[in-house]
């Protein structure tokens, strides 16, 4: 029997990378099924996880505690992964901000809780790590209070500091907890520092109810339970952000968390969040239409697909019949499981805020909405960041295009921050990511499971080329073969167009000189020799070609003599016309921290880049700028250097302008690539 909506804890575990999502979640998990440490291995399961001791995706884990269901979901806490926390913030209902004792305030620490406000989604913060060396609870609560507001309450407080950290007192309970006993008694030392957390906590709770607040403010006593249904509101609302101490490693603290998200976070019916792509708010309603979310996506290449999704509204069970608006296919469910790491358990029906995985859907990918055919509903795609490190990618083994590139369109799939496009302008399949590192696990995943090498390169720079001036030329193409001949001869005159403004064609023949018919062949023989430019064989724009004269023979003449005339005029008179080198421009924004604007800033004009202003985001600054592509090769890379990981930057094609005479040889170099030297797989 599937549980309801109101027992359903949906939270994600979100933070810097190292503050220890992971080995708190496995405790969690480790607590939760009775066991006396932490379940290792469970969430962080890949064999590239394993290897490089970090989390690299989203992992899902269902446990029951105090007759509560929660999913928990483990994101990646590197900024080059950071899409799947995006993803969790939308699914989860609280999302637990994991910030490490030493340094709380890091770089993907800001940027999920921008995230989490865009979301509105409830935070609760767990300081961790307050075992080790250098950690004190109250100035760490100091720096997270200024960052995030007076609405950061403590729930309790460490016993012990440092290496001597060996429990927790619970401010609202009253309670210490240390070494799985439980006393009523205040630790010695600190009776003041408990008087005070309490009074903090209790006016806050006080002050987010009005009916609480005129009681606190008569100096009535609040009950524990109206303290308890004051802060489980309060965290709905997002005007208490509780934070409580906790060590994954010892797994102190962690009993704590368990309760206070069994206890206070806020289950799918507390608070509405779902919209569909009308604007239309859909409710989590178990009696109402069914809707889900298929927010991850897992290919394995021997099991196949498992969709993991939110069920927003409804029931389902096995074997339901469903529809998937996008793609207008229609979808039978087969097992629904709950999964705890890579794997699964079964379930006999799902019910709306509960996280199912069902496996093998034919046709439908992540962010896609399953709902029944009766009722169409559709949800939003998760915005993810832009990529911001690209590769030109091929089959490695002449015969294995077909292959490679099904691999990586399967590894997309899984992950829609990776993204695979064809250059219409240079040719090139480019595979790009978030990260360096997030494209180069990829390439190595795709290697692994399905065992074809793919060849990167740096991606070429679609420069093209165009005149200055005016020239005219004649194109005379005669061909005696013996039998009929070829014959074609045109006049053409070259004139520049203003930028963007592609190719036009001017047929001024008058009296007959080229007969009608041909003209078309004329005009296509130029079109074809521009697709290859004097300078460097790259494609010619913005030209204007009049053609004002000609002659032709009344056997010997033919569309194709006049095509191979055209074509020869263009090349004549381009070589007249003074052409010139033409790179793209793209338009930058930065958004950073104010201090760093002037190092940003300088960077900026290193690479021939023209400031276009700047404005005020919150405590940030958005730089604008254009600047040569060319430049922009090295950008996602030297940004993180510039700014330690605080800035983070889109960027998008702006226009065309001529390459200065002096650097023409560098911008051409930039492009003819050795590629033995820039391979990164």
Not at 238 to 248: D, E, R
Not at 407 to 433: Q, V
Not at 661 to 672: F, T, Y
Request: a negative charge; charged letters at 30%.
């Amino acid at each position: 029997m599937a549980v309801e909506p109101a027992t359903i804890r949906n939270v994600c575990l979100i933070g810097h990378r190292g503050s220890g999502k992971t080995a708190l979640g496995e405790a969690m998990l480790g607590i939760a099924s009775g066991r006396s440490g932490p379940s290792r291995g469970v969430l962080d399961y890949t064999e590239e996880e394993t290897e490089r001791g970090m989390t690299l995706g989203m992992s899902v884990a269902t446990m029951n505690w105090k007759g509560r269901q929660i999913n928990l979901l483990d994101t990646p806490g590197d900024g080059g992964f950071i899409g799947d926390a995006f993803v969790a913030q939308r699914v989860a209902d609280c999302a637990l901000l994991v910030v490490h004792a030493q340094d709380p305030i890091q770089v993907v620490t800001e940027r999920v809780w921008r995230r989490g406000e865009k979301e509105d989604i409830p935070h609760i913060i767990i300081v961790n790590h307050l075992d080790r060396e250098r950690t004190d609870f109250n100035e760490i609560l100091g720096q997270l209070r200024e960052r995030f507001g007076q609405s950061v309450v403590p729930m309790n407080l460490p016993i012990g500091r440092e290496d001597d950290f060996r429990g927790v007192y619970g401010l609202l309970s009253q309670t210490a907890y240390v070494d799985g006993q439980q006393s009523q008694e205040i630790p010695e030392g600190m009776e003041e520092e408990v008087e005070q957390a309490r009074v903090q906590i209790l006016e806050t709770i006080a002050e987010s109810d009005d009916t609480l607040l005129e009681k606190y403010l008569e100096g009535e006593e609040l009950s524990t339970e109206e303290m308890f249904d004051g802060l489980k509101r309060g965290i709905a609302d997002g005007v208490i952000i509780p934070v409580l101490a906790s060590s994954a490693e010892r797994v102190i603290g962690v009993d704590r968390i368990l309760d206070m998200i069994a206890g206070s976070a806020p289950s799918p019916v507390d608070r509405s969040r779902w919209t569909d792509e009308k604007g239309k708010e859909v409710a989590c309603d178990p009696d109402g239409p069914f809707s889900a979310y298929v927010f991850k996506t897992y290919v394995d290449p021997y099991a196949g697909r498992l969709s993991v999704m939110r069920v927003v509204s409804g029931r389902c069970r096995s074997d339901e019949a469903l529809t998937n608006p996008r793609t207008n296919s229609n979808e039978r469910l087969g097992g629904v499981s709950h999964l705890v790491g890579k794997e699964r358990e079964g379930t006999e029906e799902a019910v709306a805020g509960d996280i199912i995985a069902v496996a093998k859907l034919k046709d439908t990918a992540t962010f896609d909405t399953l709902c029944r055919p009766d009722t169409i509903i559709r949800y939003a795609p998760v915005e993810l960041p832009e990529p911001t490190a690209a590769f030109a990618v091929r089959a490695r083994a002449h015969g294995e295009e077909e292959k490679v590139f099904d691999a990586i369109r399967r590894i997309t799939d899984e992950d829609p921050s990776l993204r695979l496009e064809r250059s219409e302008d240079t040719g090139e399949d480019i595979f790009s990511g978030l990260a360096q590192m997030h494209v180069e696990i990829a390439l190595e995943r795709i290697r692994k499971r399905y065992g074809v090498e793919v060849e990167t390169g740096a991606p070429k720079v679609p420069l093209k080329e165009t005149i200055s001036g005016s020239a005219q030329a004649q194109g005379r193409y005669k061909k005696q073969t013996g039998g009929r001949g070829q014959f074609g001869d045109c006049y053409i005159e070259l004139t520049p167009l203003p930028r963007g403004e592609g190719f036009k064609f001017v047929n001024e023949i008058v009296g007959g000189a080229i007969p009608r018919q041909f003209i078309p062949a004329v005009e296509k023989g130029i079109v074809e020799a521009m697709r290859e430019g004097p300078i460097s064989k790259y494609p010619v724009v913005d030209v204007q070609v009049r053609l004002y004269d000609g002659s032709y023979h009344s056997v010997d003449s033919s569309e194709a003599a006049f095509k191979m005339a055209g074509s020869i005029a263009f090349k004549n008179a381009i070589e007249k016309a003074s052409p010139v080198l033409l790179e793209p421009y793209v338009k930058v924004e930065v958004l950073a921290p104010t201090e760093m604007v002037g190092d940003i800033m300088g960077d900026l004009s290193g690479r021939r880049g023209r400031p276009m202003g700047m404005e005020q985001r919150g405590e940030r600054q958005l730089i604008q700028a254009e600047v040569p592509q060319v430049e922009m090769l090295t950008y996602a890379r030297d940004l993180r250097s510039i700014t330690g990981g605080k800035a983070n930057f889109h960027v998008e094609f702006s226009h065309y302008e001529e390459v200065p005479p002096n650097i023409v040889d560098k911008v051409l170099a930039a492009n003819e690539r050795e590629e033995e030297k820039e391979k990164v797989g």
